[in-house]
C-alpha cells in the first residue's frame, strides 16, 4: 500500500536521523572530554601577595646583582612545581657571584602547564638589571619576583636607563598595609654608584 510504504520511508529517515544525531553527539562528548583532560593538565595557582621592596632593600638582601641578557629557556619539575628556567649571558657582576640561570615559577613541561599569577617573563634577547637570591635548594630566584626585574635601554646620551612597570598584584608594605606600586626608573649608572656606597657603609655584603 501507498501509506504503508511511505510509512517505511519515513521510518528510515527516522532512524538515519537518530543514527546520525547519537553519532554526532558521541563525537561532541569526545571532544568535551579531550578540551577537559587538557584543561585538567593547566594548573592556575593562587595569585601572589607581594612586599614592598625598595631598590637599598634588593640590594642588601640580593645573593648576587648583574646585568645580563636572556639567551634562552627551558622547563622543569622541580618537586611537584614547574619552574622556567633562563639562561643568562652576564654582561657586568655588579655584586656577589651569579650563576647564569634564574629560575622562575610556572611554566609548561609536556602536557602539564603553572601559572603563577605576578610571575615576571623575561624574554629572550633583551638586556636586564636582575637583583638574585640563591635559595638553600641551589635554585636562583628574582629578588621580590617582579621587582627585581629591570629592563635596561640605552639612551641616546651614551647613558643606559634601568626601569620596570607597575606591578598589578597585591602589595602590602612592611606593617602590612596594602600600597599601590608606581613602577621604577632610574640610571644604571646611579644603581652603581649606590651598590659601592652600600657596601663601604657595610650594609651590603660583597
Given at each position: 500500500?501507498?501509506?504503508?510504504?511511505?510509512?517505511?520511508?519515513?521510518?528510515?529517515?527516522?532512524?538515519?536521523?537518530?543514527?546520525?544525531?547519537?553519532?554526532?553527539?558521541?563525537?561532541?562528548?569526545?571532544?568535551?572530554?579531550?578540551?577537559a583532560?587538557?584543561?585538567?593538565?593547566?594548573?592556575?595557582?593562587?595569585?601572589?601577595?607581594?612586599?614592598?621592596?625598595?631598590?637599598?632593600?634588593?640590594?642588601?638582601?640580593?645573593?648576587?646583582?648583574?646585568?645580563?641578557?636572556?639567551?634562552?629557556?627551558?622547563?622543569?619539575?622541580?618537586?611537584?612545581?614547574?619552574?622556567?628556567?633562563?639562561?643568562?649571558?652576564?654582561?657586568?657582576?655588579?655584586?656577589?657571584?651569579?650563576?647564569?640561570d634564574?629560575?622562575?615559577?610556572?611554566?609548561?613541561?609536556?602536557?602539564?602547564?603553572?601559572?603563577f599569577?605576578?610571575?615576571?617573563?623575561?624574554?629572550p634577547?633583551?638586556?636586564?638589571?636582575?637583583?638574585?637570591?640563591?635559595?638553600?635548594?641551589?635554585?636562583?630566584?628574582l629578588?621580590?619576583?617582579?621587582?627585581?626585574?629591570?629592563?635596561?635601554?640605552?639612551?641616546?646620551?651614551?647613558?643606559?636607563?634601568?626601569?620596570?612597570?607597575?606591578i598589578?598584584?597585591?602589595?602590602?608594605?612592611?606593617?602590612?598595609?596594602?600600597?599601590?606600586?608606581?613602577?621604577?626608573?632610574?640610571?644604571?649608572?646611579?644603581?652603581?654608584?649606590?651598590?659601592?656606597?652600600?657596601?663601604?657603609?657595610?650594609?651590603?655584603?660583597?
Amino acid at each position: 500500500m501507498p501509506g504503508s510504504s511511505l510509512l517505511s520511508v519515513l521510518e528510515s529517515i527516522r532512524n538515519e536521523w537518530q543514527g546520525r544525531c547519537i553519532w554526532k553527539c558521541v563525537r561532541v562528548m569526545t571532544r568535551l572530554r579531550h578540551i577537559a583532560a587538557a584543561l585538567l593538565a593547566v594548573t592556575l595557582l593562587p595569585g601572589v601577595t607581594l612586599q614592598q621592596m625598595t631598590v637599598d632593600e634588593m640590594t642588601q638582601q640580593a645573593t648576587a646583582i648583574v646585568t645580563a641578557r636572556v639567551t634562552g629557556t627551558s622547563a622543569s619539575f622541580t618537586g611537584q612545581t614547574i619552574y622556567t628556567h633562563y639562561k643568562l649571558q652576564i654582561t657586568e657582576t655588579l655584586k656577589g657571584f651569579p650563576t647564569q640561570d634564574v629560575v622562575v615559577p610556572g611554566g609548561t613541561v609536556g602536557k602539564y602547564r603553572q601559572l603563577f599569577p605576578g610571575t615576571p617573563e623575561l624574554q629572550p634577547g633583551q638586556d636586564y638589571l636582575l637583583f638574585l637570591w640563591t635559595s638553600s635548594t641551589g635554585l636562583t630566584h628574582l629578588m621580590g619576583l617582579s621587582q627585581g626585574v629591570f629592563a635596561l635601554a640605552p639612551q641616546a646620551d651614551g647613558s643606559t636607563v634601568a626601569s620596570r612597570g607597575i606591578i598589578g598584584e597585591l602589595m602590602l608594605d612592611k606593617t602590612g598595609r596594602q600600597v599601590r606600586d608606581q613602577g621604577v626608573q632610574m640610571k644604571l649608572a646611579d644603581v652603581r654608584t649606590r651598590i659601592v656606597t652600600l657596601q663601604r657603609s657595610g650594609t651590603v655584603l660583597r
